[in-house]
């Protein structure tokens, strides 16, 4: 095997969004797209000789090539040892479980997340650190620089690499170990949950289901929910992981999820549903023909966190992304615990969670997780979710309108325009920022603006400044609406707004969401001009 010095011409695009580098599978096609990205990677990092890396993916059209390359480059750039997923496969969380428990030097995540797969799809490529996290904005920054500069990569000659069974090999003197992608996951979730009171709950007849959308979760679900805690074969539906996702759009929310939410709310409803996404960090929760906001399941989780055996001694703080409502922030105040509002991206929870601040973290964006990983973790809120109902043995929707009775409801509501033209959504968000000094006092519709600016985060930790990071606009009454552009699309725009109302009445929390929100979305097109300027009437996804 010979190493070999390709030269290369650099790609201006490739500048990592809100979670690594996302692009449709035809732009990841081109020759030396992704070898680029790679090297601009390993270029941007120090010290790796002779250290571990985790390889693995979501399992999508492109993942089993693109392991291969990233194995032959990381040979020929001299890591030690590389820890990939057998098949190329590892979900997001348990990549993350994985560089944490072997000390490795950091991992590569082969995934486009929720977006749809296949030759026609979403293709993606992000780096984690040591702490198993994602990297954070200077190592971004740095490998975006990198890429604009890039002239040669480095790989070596391999013919045949075998990914299909558990076993070592070695590539041009790097080590290859072809692990299990489950063992070491289902191992830390038997650690974090009490296994026998949840198998205690399916022994008596609680049934519940689980899409896993032909995505990566299928093979975690069906051995952690199926073969470890006994629920009955079937639980798991879709749970084949298919290269382009049975066509399906693996985004587990109330458009996407379609079969299960239908079987939810309908008269065969089970107990409790849930859902997650292409790469498994995503999740959500359903109770029958009850569906749980994001938000709320943050909250939620927070104020029972201690009937969990790996929570059981408290929670050090938590933290939501800004767009997430302020349902927690009401418990952690109650605990008496720090509630940090950070940008939208899991990387900027890593911080905290590593200086010990937060346990627990959660974003709207159908994201919860805790420092158990530096990812957030689909399968690990379905199974506190089935803790604390095999502790409190009360159906989802109960429990969660004794929690609204005891700390307030927060109606929530996001409401996304995808894929509209960039100019467009670019004027609609500058024209917000341009007005944002006149607002606050102002009337809009029966309410009156108690504040409006661009949202910016100064880091605890670190001291770094995140600046533009979303326009809020909030009202005396402490409702809110905020605009952001996405980080995460690949074609054109995509326009998010996300609508907030505190509700503390428990005789009023049984409005429908967007009725309850109704005055909100109406001011929200007219302070925006979301019709003008979008040409749309209304959003492509509302959750
Ligand atoms: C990623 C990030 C999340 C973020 C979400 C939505 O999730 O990891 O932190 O909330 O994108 O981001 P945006 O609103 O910019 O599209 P995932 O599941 O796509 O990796």
Redesign the pocket.
Known sequence: MAIQTIQTQPFPDQKP????L?KKVAVFQQPHYLENFVQSIFDSLDGFAGKTLVVGGDGRYGNLQATMVILRMAAANGFGRVLVGRDGLLS?PAASCVIRKHDAFGGIIL?????PGGPDGDFGIKYNTGNGG?APEKITDAIFERSKTIREYRIVDAEEIALDREHEFTLDGMTVNVIDPVADYAELMAELFDFRAIAHLFQSGFRMRFDAMHAITGPYATEILQNRLGAPRGTVINGVPLADFGGGHPDPNLTYAKELVDEMFGDKALDFGAAS???G??NMILGRRFFVTPSDSLALLTANATLAPGYADGLAGVAR?M?TSAAVDRVAEALGIDCFETP?????FGNLMDAGRVTLCG?????TGSSHVR??DGLWAVLFWLNILARRQQPVETLIRTHWARYGRNYYSRHDYEGVDTAGAEQLMAGLREGLETLPGRQLGLLTVAYADDFSYTDPVDGSVSTGQGIRIGFSEGSRIVF??????TEGA?L?IYLERFEADPARHDQDTQQALADLIAIADDVAGIRRLTGREFPTVIT
């Open positions: 969004g809100t979670s690594g996302r997001t995934s486009a997340s929720h977006n994602p996404d292409g790469d960090d995503r992304s767009p939208t991206g899991w990387k900027f974003e709207e964006s159908f994201g990812e957030k952001r552009l996405s980080g995460t699309g995509t998010r």
